[in-house]
């Protein structure tokens, strides 16, 4: 973000935006609005709503910096009109419209407005997804409004049939207090995607809607959804009676996956003694190590990288030359590895003593192929 270009009220009031906003915001299309100012005075902010992005263009006028911006919609949300006098939101004749008494000297104000602005888009969509003339829809509407943070759009155009997407929070679990000494900014989430072919039509038996899991992206170091399998959708079925089953396996699996970080932590400590202190090491998540070993006075570096699923799942190996280069100049590595003895019924002391006397062994053929290596690449 070009942010030095930025005339400074606005500057600030942009930083306080993407520093302080409770979501994920990026700052797209920086440009200038007069040939002979110089100053980015508009740009495009992408924003998260269920589970997509929209995107909004804000305008100022770096001529006139204390006067407000001006907000234009995406051209498929025409009919948003937040501050219109016959509103969207139920509540919004109590809402102030920040951009009638505009202060641009007060940092917060663009943030204020962007929160306010998405909070009554979501109320807009809710609505547009509320008129949709399908009893099923309807149904599952009444069956999961009671679940708070819930989100919903209608998406309606030429190429492709209506559809309705949910954004289903689930799990009431403080993830980030779960993972020990970790730094995520923001609140970490697990939602269900649920996508609804709009149907004019009622049928009794109803096709399953699409599902897809989808994490904030910083839990994937501690979780990885791609490896969690839904439950299946049985005929009949609807979300209220689909999410505790789903929730109850999830809430099983996270509590696993937190679980090994420690024991992750455990094995690089039993690697410790026999390796020494390792060199490098994930201190967080614990998903990997490297320690410096040597054979006479052959010295290498040996990688361990642990999978998420550990110890149901085994750590793979590759060691790296201190001595030895490519002729790229890169240091000369064996390939990645598991062929070595292995039992997630064993105890951590004994898969760490494993990979020592597998190391032990290996790195005589390790040796041989960096000096084969160097001989091919005279």
């Given amino acids: 973000m070009a942010i030095d270009v930025v005339p400074p009220l606005i500057a600030v009031q942009l930083n306080y935006l993407v520093t302080h906003s409770p979501f994920s915001v990026q700052v797209e299309n920086m440009c200038s609005g007069g040939k002979n100012t110089g100053w980015f005075d508009r740009f495009t902010l992408v924003i998260p709503f269920c589970l997509d992005y929209i995107k909004w263009d804000v305008i100022y006028n770096a001529v006139y910096p204390l006067a407000a911006p001006d907000v234009i919609f995406g051209a498929e949300d025409e009919t948003f009109r937040p501050y219109h006098a016959v509103s969207i939101a139920s509540d919004s004749k109590s809402l102030k419209n920040p951009l009638t008494?505009?202060?641009?000297?007060?940092?917060?104000?663009?943030?204020?407005?962007?929160?306010?602005?998405?909070?009554?888009?979501?109320?807009?969509?809710k609505k547009r997804v509320e008129q949709v003339d399908d009893d099923r829809l309807k149904f599952e509407i009444s069956t999961m409004l009671s679940r708070e943070g819930i989100e919903m759009s209608l998406s309606s155009n030429i190429d492709k049939p209506e559809e309705v997407k949910f954004a289903v929070p689930l799990l009431?679990?403080?993830?980030?207090?779960?993972?020990?000494?970790?730094?995520?900014?923001?609140?970490?989430?697990?939602?269900?995607?649920?996508?609804?072919?709009?149907?004019?039509k009622y049928s009794s038996a109803p096709s399953a809607p699409r599902l897809k899991l989808v994490s904030s992206p910083e839990l994937k170091a501690v979780f990885s959804i791609d490896d969690f399998r839904l439950p299946a959708w049985l005929d009949g079925m609807c979300m209220a009676e689909y999410l505790p089953t789903l929730e109850e396996m999830l809430e099983s699996q996270i509590?696993?996956?937190?679980?090994?970080?420690?024991?992750?932590?455990?094995?690089?400590?039993?690697?410790?003694?026999?390796?020494?202190?390792?060199?490098?090491?994930?201190?967080?998540f614990c998903r990997k190590a490297t320690f410096l070993s040597s054979s006479g006075v052959f010295t290498f570096l040996v990688h361990v990288a642990i999978p998420l699923q550990f110890p149901k799942q085994q750590p793979s190996l590759m060691l790296q030359s201190s001595q030895h280069f490519n002729s790229?100049?890169?240091?000369?590595?064996?390939?990645?590895?598991?062929?070595?003895?292995?039992?997630?019924?064993?105890e951590t002391s004994d898969i760490a003593e494993r990979i020592f006397d597998f190391i032990v062994e290996e790195c005589l053929n390790f040796k041989k192929y960096c000096n084969e290596s160097m001989l091919q690449n005279r």
């Fill in 255 to 284: 509590k696993d996956a937190v679980a090994s970080i420690e024991s992750r932590r455990k094995l690089i400590m039993a690697l410790a003694p026999l390796f020494g202190r390792p060199v490098e090491a994930d201190p967080l």
């Fill in 328 to 346: 790229q100049g890169l240091p000369i590595k064996s390939p990645v590895t598991t062929e070595y003895p292995w039992s997630p019924r064993w």
């Fill in 172 to 200: 009431d679990l403080d993830l980030n207090k779960m993972v020990a000494g970790s730094s995520w900014r923001h609140p970490q989430k697990i939602y269900l995607q649920v996508i609804y072919p709009v149907g004019r």
């Fill in 101 to 125: 008494d505009w202060n641009n000297r007060d940092p917060t104000s663009l943030f204020t407005l962007v929160l306010q602005l998405r909070e009554l888009y979501k109320a807009y969509q």
